[in-house]
């Protein structure tokens, strides 16, 4: 099946500083990418979806100077929490949308999330 | 727009009873139909889907849902569940069109018993 792999799995930084999560599509070229925000006990709140190639639309609300996401290439996605708060922490969740491989229909698969710490 | 709605925030259940998780969506246009599942501290793995054809899904781990269109619904059921399933469950629907976003329900936690 669709493997979609995050790094890192968490991450604990001080207040201020830049974090990197990156996604992966480890066996299917993935032309769209989605970024999901978790807060403890509730459902996931899509942030921005992101196409190869070209800049992500983000869901309103979504400041896009704070998130930044770059999808260079068809099996990886990017996103950057800058200047991050102690509000910024949370589970980020990726998933990817591929146009061939194992299942062309419209299934997103889903990454194991990243717990960002801000203190 | 969409909605999901998922009513019952937390479903306890003795092992090897019946459950069925609700989930109903509210949409102006042709959507997807999904459940997704989640254990502690990961991601999100598909359980079933729906797309088209019959109305009732078979998914991994003996879990089935039937969409049933005039109710907009489109609920999990499993007839015998184990401590293993206990986690959270998860319905979104997507519309038929490019954007494939995923609206998501609140959430089933669903509680296995021994």
């Known amino acids: 099946g669709a493997v979609v792999s995050q790094h890192p799995s968490w991450v604990i930084c001080k207040s201020g500083t830049s974090v990197k999560i990156e996604c992966r599509s480890l066996?299917?070229?993935?032309?769209?990418m989605f970024w999901y925000r978790q807060f403890p006990k509730q459902s996931l709140m899509l942030m921005a979806t992101?196409?190869?190639?070209?800049?992500?639309?983000?869901e309103q609300g979504v400041e896009k100077d704070k998130f930044l996401i770059n999808h260079a290439s068809l099996t990886l996605s990017t996103l950057t929490v800058t200047s991050a708060h102690p509000e910024d922490s949370s589970f980020y969740i990726c998933?990817?949308?591929?146009?061939?491989?194992?299942?062309?229909?419209?299934?997103?698969?889903f990454g194991p999330g990243t717990r960002l710490t801000v203190l | 727009a969409q909605s999901v709605t998922q009513l019952d925030s937390q479903v306890p259940v003795f092992e090897e009873a019946p459950v069925e998780l609700r989930c109903n969506y509210s949409?102006?246009?042709?959507?997807?139909l999904f459940w997704y599942v989640q254990y502690p501290n990961q991601g999100l793995q598909l359980l079933l889907k729906?797309?088209?054809?019959?109305?009732l899904v078979k998914g991994i781990n003996g879990f089935e849902a039937e969409f049933n269109k005039s109710q907009t619904s489109f609920h999990l059921r499993k007839p015998s569940v184990h401590i293993s399933d206990t986690a959270e469950y998860f319905c979104?629907?997507?519309?038929?069109?490019?954007?494939?976003?995923?609206?998501f329900g609140s959430g089933t936690r669903l509680l296995v018993r021994p």
């Open positions: 998933s990817a949308r591929g146009t061939s491989g194992p299942d062309p229909t419209d299934t997103q698969y």
């Open positions: 066996d299917f070229q993935a032309t769209t």
């Open positions: 992101s196409n190869e190639g070209s800049k992500a639309t983000y």
């Open positions: 949409s102006s246009v042709s959507v997807y």
């Open positions: 729906y797309l088209s054809g019959s109305t």
């Open positions: 979104a629907v997507s519309r038929m069109d490019s954007s494939y976003k995923l609206i």
